[in-house]
């Protein structure tokens, strides 16, 4: 509940203050802040302190105006408390952690927005302590609107930052955050000027902050392989491989993650004893259960009108060996659903590309490699 302590200090204060309104609404009012100032301290039931919490907002119009910062406040620790239970009712899509939409969650959003709709029309200076409540507003509204999450309310995060001077190494981690909130936002495009920034203040002002660096680049290089600029994509993965390995700063995957987008990236190029390099350490890093035969690039099998037409749930599995540059060969039918699939699918294949095979110093034939497709009714 730290996210909210500042305002429930606010609240405290409120109870000593002259109410408006009627006697009884006066002490009801009075009854919730207490009740709600109990469970807050004493208690972990989210649920019975939000109760509360809304019974005080639903009162506090009859003692205060609708645009007091009394009534605000009521407001934000409700978006407070519907943004904590969010967070816990949360879901994922995958391992990725790309975060799914929460209607409890809208409703923090909901509360936040209202706040600061009050709070803005008093026009006072921006301060610390409105740059920190307006980011919860901002993660609020990327982890349970998604790829909807308005991006306008980040980048209005770093002007206030701009505008309270924030300190240069802080201000260089929030537009990281803001990156990466917005990957998880399915954002891709509106994350990179976030990275961008934060990598490039923390070199230009010779920051200690290495760490800042090399997750900032993977991030940029992974973008720029994705718009197929790979000189740079390969200048920001090895700057990143340089850097967080030496330093412990991320977990495995990422630096598994940065060896397979410079196979990637290098079988793309033709660069297939580099490929073949990069892929070797992917293979190693990964462990016994990885799976290094992924397909760097891929085709679809081209079927007659008529297979297409039957829209039936159908399978091929091939089997194959991978030349020295990662091309498949002596391809073979293993199991099929249907004989039909085989010539499309075996064409297809042959337009694959993988990572090559890297033994002894040298690229090498892989054999016994297999690939399933499989073909859903539609």
């Not at 920034?197 to 680049?217: F, R």
């Not at 700063?249 to 004893?273: P, R, S, W």
Request: net charge neutral.
């Amino acid at each position: 509940m730290l996210r909210y302590i500042v305002f429930f200090s606010t609240l405290i204060m409120l109870s000593s203050v002259s109410f408006a309104g009627e006697a009884a609404d006066k002490v009801e009012f009075k009854r919730l802040y207490a009740e709600f100032n109990e469970l807050y301290a004493n208690s972990d039931d989210l649920d019975a302190i939000i109760n509360v919490a809304e019974s005080v907002y639903r009162y506090a119009p009859r003692v205060y105006s609708k645009t007091s910062k009394q009534y605000a406040a009521t407001l934000y620790n409700l978006a407070t408390l519907y943004h904590e239970k969010g967070e816990n009712s949360q879901t994922f899509y995958d391992s990725y952690k790309y975060l799914q939409h929460s209607s409890i969650g809208k409703k923090a959003v909901d509360y936040y927005e209202r706040y600061f709709i009050i709070i803005d029309k008093f026009e006072e200076p921006y301060d610390r302590n409105y740059l920190d409540q307006y980011f919860e507003f901002v993660k609020a509204d990327t982890s349970f609107y998604g790829y909807k999450s308005d991006v306008a309310r980040a980048n209005r995060l770093i002007s206030i930052a701009k505008d309270i001077n924030l300190p240069g190494n802080e201000f260089a981690n929030l537009n990281y955050t803001l990156g990466t909130l917005r990957i998880k936002a399915w954002q891709n495009k509106q994350a990179k000027p976030f990275f961008k920034t934060a990598y490039d203040w923390t070199i230009a002002n010779e920051n200690d902050d290495h760490i800042l660096i090399g997750k900032s680049a993977y991030w940029l290089g992974l973008m720029a392989a994705g718009e197929e600029e790979f000189l740079l994509a390969e200048k920001y993965y090895l700057q990143a491989l340089d850097i967080l390995p030496s330093k412990n700063a991320v977990d495995k995957d990422t630096i598994i993650n940065i060896h397979f987008g410079l196979a990637h990236l290098y079988v793309l190029e033709n660069k297939l004893d580099k490929a073949a390099q990069h892929g070797q350490l992917y293979s190693e890093q990964q462990g016994e259960d990885n799976n290094r035969t992924v397909p760097v690039v891929k085709a679809e099998p081209v079927f007659s009108y008529f297979t297409r037409k039957k829209k039936s749930a159908d399978f091929i599995e091939l089997e194959f060996t991978l030349d020295i540059k990662g091309i498949p060969k002596d391809i073979v039918v293993i199991e099929t659903s249907k004989n039909n699939l085989v010539n499309p699918c075996v064409e297809a294949i042959k337009k694959f590309r993988f990572i090559p095979e890297w033994v002894n110093g040298k690229r090498a034939e892989l054999h016994g490699v297999k690939y399933k497709f499989v073909f859903n009714a539609t």
